[in-house]
């Protein structure tokens, strides 16, 4: 196409721009999640208000609601109730309906909530003047004040809101240009302007009430509320403030969430912020008062004690949490400040010693204590059930109360003892309730007790808890009715409590009767009124049990409490609002005088409430709280003597953490005279009082004390009743409740249990014939006291059993009480049994003796029947046996019809090259008994067995290790000789577990060489157990770090189907995620016996190689194990063999693990090696080792003692020692034959890794019992005076302590040692793999990993030594998904795909990537924008509106040649200044307008160039003030018109106010106003310079930044006003007589003047950069201009062309 169109208005172009996509509609529409939050969050506020409004209407006439105007309190919340319901107006798709109702209804709504909050305060203010004498206020107090404010306040916003719908009502529109992919279906406003003055007269109503009641926010507070209300308006205001600014920023239906989240914040603070203090007041605890009396009762005791901290006294500073975890916190932090600020991690101000803190009462309120107070190691004493589950944390908190598992076992021996096994439990919902369920529950089923049904009571902590539990009461309420079980555990504490009240007001209990169960609470709980339960009945609590914290009488506390009284109480802020609350009345100074009328005395007496208010005796809380202070005093104490005044610098210089070793062992007497003990753990060791509660009907009750559990006393002691003296609920007629699931079974009959029912619910069926049962609720058995024939029938070890047990049940019911079964229990009897039982237990000991002889004689007679014969052995003082993989065969099955022995199933096949593990062994050996400075007088030996890849093998060899090494004889160590010392081996992970299991039952040390450790813990499980090698997982993250290092991202993996193979996977594939690299491919191996089984159908074979040859990944990672590997090359050899390809064009770049080696097995000889040719593999660290390649030069394969080397020689040379006629092989040995020339695959002659970590090992045993050796004087000694050292009488396990700290350097130069797993503290060597035609190769050490370096150090690798695949041409090869994402783009997953598969799009407009592979483009910085191919940031070019552009130059012309015009009139005035038309103009207002006029024209001067701070100063606001003056002085001439006109008329006073001094005082006044507001403008927000980088692209825009755009529109705006008055005045006076009259060209002008200035704003917002500053340039211009020429240009056109007309007689004549 030869040019591009634009898509139409419903339509936006995509990506490539090459098709018009249709715009999706959006809105603010309830299918949406943000839609149905909002929604959801209306409805819960509207409900939660409407619950207030509940409260308030139930306590009408409360003092707190009568206080603050009932009417008022309704109609806010009822309007703020509509608030939170308008908002749903805000949510759907917009209609006519719904936009014109929006905004209005709002509107409206909340201007009757926020002018009762004015009426509120207003009142509040009244109220506190009418109580002055004299005052006049008493006729405005009243309700019609408080209405007449709402009604007229209101009726202003409706009025507003009339308008708007009546002149330009709102209206669903469509915007399709605010969101380039979307149509926004939106209401309009109509009218902007209209909406704005809405929200304009609600603000003005806020910052109104605001202002109030801020002033009357310190009236007394018997009156005010003011102080909510304040800040509910700060709020308020603050939500509304920041609306507008997020309203005009935002686009679609964001613009509408924003102001719907404006809503719902604004009138949740006026909900929150007023209504919460008086909710919490009407629902205040007034129990809870008493602790904090038991705490002062406490600190005056001790400061009246001469005896205890003389000198010092003690305070204390209570706070109430409000059950808030703000609170809490905020209370903590306040703790360690002043009372007035406090800064976290700071102690500012500090002024009081705080030695401890003493709360709270529910587990939460301690823990969100503790975790604050714990950080400054400040004591915290906690009278909750808050258990420390980690000792590393909360170690500065003591438990008042004992742990609930104490309580738990207390519950368990009550329910027992009244045989209660069907109890049902009630618990708080919350952490520490679920905790009780799950304790008791496994308690209980411990002691055979069950729940009859477990619920959870809902915590009513706000009051938007009560709307979702309502279902869940009933459900508790039917669960209590409708229950068998009379006994019921409730458990929570003090909120609980409240709830459980509320939850069995709600029942319908049975009246006099209650609910017919027996209550069993815990220590936490307790019955604690309420003002909302005042009239609330507690009879349903008669008799219940109640476990408390243990409490004796205080002496003097009843006095205490006695002598309390409102005033005498100084500094307690809790006195009056309890007493208020509990005696209903108030105080003249108080919110609260409660349900009547009454006033508070003050000598009301405490001792007269009933108890659920207040109780006289001291609470087991109390009681705690009590002690707690005393324990802090007596620590203090302790810790620092004060006996002088000059001892209190060292009260001045301790820290409370000093406290707590003496609080960790504290034991004192308090004045009860009781023993209180602190124990280590932090608990008081008081115990728990059991206690029965009798209610009356008056609502008082009483506390019995019936028990006490005490877990610290001696056994029998712990639980203690007095069943005697219980009182039981009424409906059980003091007869002892059952709590059962069903009746017990009489006798005769056995339990049978229900099925899907509990263990305690169970049918009774009758015994069977021949079986009785003696007691209720037994099985039934057989009766074999008399019975004889049924004696005869048994066994001699059951009948043993049965009379023992017989004998016991009739010796415990003799002591006990009388049975009629034990009557013929008599003497004779007796004595007869216990002959009968000593007859019995002698014969079954003979028989036990007689069967150990013959078992032992069996198992040291046993002989070992599977002998192989490969094994090498070496005679030794100590001996270190070995476990190798020299074979791999298939044994044949056994047959289980005759005696295993050593056959296989098929010839052996030799893997030759570890055979240099035996041999790097043999030669470390060798070494050490040659060395006379390493265990000098002893010889080491060593036993090699092969496993030959068994388990089956593994386990005999091993056990070979322990027996006569011709016996195998397992748990025993039949005439063994030699004295094994350790264990090398084995070869991998399967084969080192299987050992390790054995020896690690004779703590035997194994050292392992495998790579891969076993699936469990080997420092747990398995301590006997070293591995020569490092760990397993720093191999996963050195093939990590590899692939990393060569962006190779795109590998497939290669893993044996087994157990090992899974966890190599399970162990890699998380890593190699972490890291962004993917798995193209994972195939697994079988073992090769499958391989071969599968051979004739090819199965298996073509699976793998086919993805080597298909797969786009250039990378394999293989699991190199020995038969993961051999049968890799086995399905490779075939496919290649099939298929004719040549191996080496597989192309592909091997990464293997450190299993990995060139081992080829004997039928693997023909195998080519070519195809892995640049193979990188992880490598056991190995050295060269001298002496190692001549030990293996000398090898002679005629060595008896090596059972390998013989079947090593034949299988590697292919050549027989004797050949028969039935050999395939026709090569007879020689034993001449070198093995330096074989080819690697088959052996090495250099050291492998494998054989260097066993040669470490042997060393390191050595060096071991070396170290051993030395540790000790006295063996010292013994060596040298004996010929053999004593070492030969060690034990294996003897060795493990030096083998664990062993650290030496072997002969190679490596440091060798354990880590603490027991591993091998080295790193792996990185090999890359050079093969030859000749199946040699070469290794090249390419690389380390040292997992000791530093994190990014950990690889180091010499890429240049690396020689790759010949296929790649020494290349770097890359393996990635997919080509790399060019510059400009950016990757896009693709779906379905890996995240390394993905494809390239553009970067979007603004964005771009300047690298290759970006995940996401990146933004320019400010200073720069991207270019065309969005692949590089160029920096932006400064621009401004120069002198050096034409534009500048034009304007400063055009300034420069006005300004000159303009003077030139002023010369044209004064050369003609007595001429009759420059006196008629007023020659003083003329010349004040000239001069302002040159002065606007030179003042544009000031907005070219580049923008200065002084410039920008100076810019707007000389500008508003010349032109202030300007337009002032054209005021004052059309005022003068005026004046001079009426001055004519007969019997005028208008000739007084001619002259000079009505125009200087117009003059100066409205330019006064404008030097005010400038002078405002720069106080507050000056202009300064700025630069704008958005606005353009390309361009940074110097310009002048207005500070305050609100008083640049200020300025504006006033200079328009001047104008529009001038304008009307002088259009008004037009048509006055022209002798007098120039207000038709002051009307022309003005005209000008406004259309310019009203035409500047749309052009001025529009515009960018130095094209505004041209606007603003242009708009000053014409509007002098147009004041210049239409005022002056007809008055100098006379005087210069047509002075004839300037005469005096002509200036007088009229029209």
Known sequence: MNDCYGCTEDKY???????????????LSYGESLGIIFASLALSFALITFLVLGIFVKHHNSPIVKANNRDLTYTLLIALSLCFFSVLLFIGKPRNVICLLRQTAFGIIFSVAVSCILAKTITVVLAFMVTKPGSKMKKWMGKRMASTTVFSCSLIQAAICTIWLATSPPFPRADMHSSLEAIVLECHEGSVTIFYCALGYMGCLAVMSFLVAFFARKLPSSFNEAKFITFSMLIFCSVWLTFVPAYLSSKGKYMVAVEIFSILS??????????S???YIIVAVTKNYQPVLALAFAVSEINENLQLLPNVTLGFHIFDSYFSRRRIYHIAMEFFSTQHRFVPNYKCGTQNHLIGVIGGLGSETSRSLSDILDIYKLPQFSYSDFEIRDKSYHLSLYHLLPYDVHQYKGIAQLLLHFKWMWVGLLTMNSESGDSFLRNTEATFHRYGICPAFMKKIPQLIYFDDILNVEARWDEILTAIKESSAHAVVIYGDTVTMLTFKVLLHAGEAEPGKGFGKVWILTAQLDLIAVTLHSDWDIEPFHGALAFTAHSEEVPGFQEFLQHARPYSAKGDNFIQTLWEQVFHCSFLNSNYDGDTEKACTAEERLESLPAPYFEMSMTGHSYSIYNAVYALAKAADSKYTFRSESRIMMWENMHPWQLHPVLQSLTFNNSAGETVVLNEDGEFTMGFDITNLITFPNKSFVRMKIGKVNPWASSGDDFKIDADSIVWPRSFNQVVPLSLCNDNCHLGYQKKKKEGKPFCCYDCAPCPNGKISQETDTGCDFLVFLDSSLVTNISLQTAHLRENIYMKRCIFRRIGKMHTKCAICRMPVFAMMMVLLLVLFLCRFLQHLQATRVAHFAMCTMSDLFQIPYQYST????IIGGITTQYDSLFKTPSFREQPTAMFADQLMAMTKHYQHVLSLAFAVKQINENPRILPNVSLGFYIYDNFLSTRMTHQNTLKLLSNQNRIVPNYICNKRDNLIAVIGGHNAEISLHMAIILGIYKIPQIAYSVLAPTINIKTNLPSSYRMVPSETFQYTGLVLVLLYFKWVWIAIIASDDDKGEKFLHALLPMLSEHEICTAVIERTTVLSDVLENFQTLEGIFGIVSSLTTSNSKVYIVNAELQTISCLKWQIYVYTSIKEMNEVSLGKVWILTAHWDFTTETFHRDFDIQVFQGALSLALHSNEVLGFREFLQELSPNSPKDGFLKLFWEQTFNCLF???????????CTGEEKLESLPGTLFEMSMTGQSYSIYNAVHAIAHALHTMSLSSTSKLQRAVMQSKWNLLNVQPWELHTFLKSISFNNTAGDLVSFDENGELAAGLDIINWITFPNKSFLRVKVGKLDPQSLQGQKLSMNEKLITWHSSFNQILPVSVCNDKCSPGYSKRKKEGEPFCCYDCILCPEGKISEQTDMDACTECSEDYYCNEKQDQCIPKVTTYLSYHEPLGITLALSSVAFALITAWVIRIFIKNWDTPIVKASNRRLTHILLVSLLLCFLCALLFIGQPQRVTCLLRQT?????????????????????????????GSRMRKWMGEKLTSVVILSCSSIQAGICAYWLSTSPPYPDTDK????????????????????????????LAIVSFLVAYLVRKLPDSFNEAKFITFSMLVFCSVWSSFIPAYLSTKGKYTTAVEIFSIFSSSAGLLFCIFCPKCYIIVFRPDLNR???MRRTK
């Open 13 to 27: 172009p995509n990506r490539n721009k090459n098709v018009c996509v249709p715009k999706n509609i959006t809105f």
């Open 266 to 275: 604004s009138s949740a603070g006026l909900l929150v912020c007023i209504f």
């Open 277 to 279: 203090p008086k909710c």
């Open 875 to 878: 005679h030794g003082d100590l």
């Open 1218 to 1228: 004797s050949i028969s006629p039935e050999s395939e092989v026709d090569h007879r």
């Open 1518 to 1546: 000389v500008l508003g003030i010349v032109f202030a003056v300007a337009i002032s002085s054209v005021l004052a001439k059309t005022l003068n018109v005026v004046l001079a006109f009426m001055a004519t008329r007969p």
């Open 1590 to 1617: 958005q606005s353009l692209k390309g361009k940074i825009i110097l310009e002048c930044n207005e500070g305050s755009v609100s008083m640049f529109y200020c300025v504006l705006g006033y200079m328009g006003f």
């Open 1704 to 1706: 005096k007689q002509l």
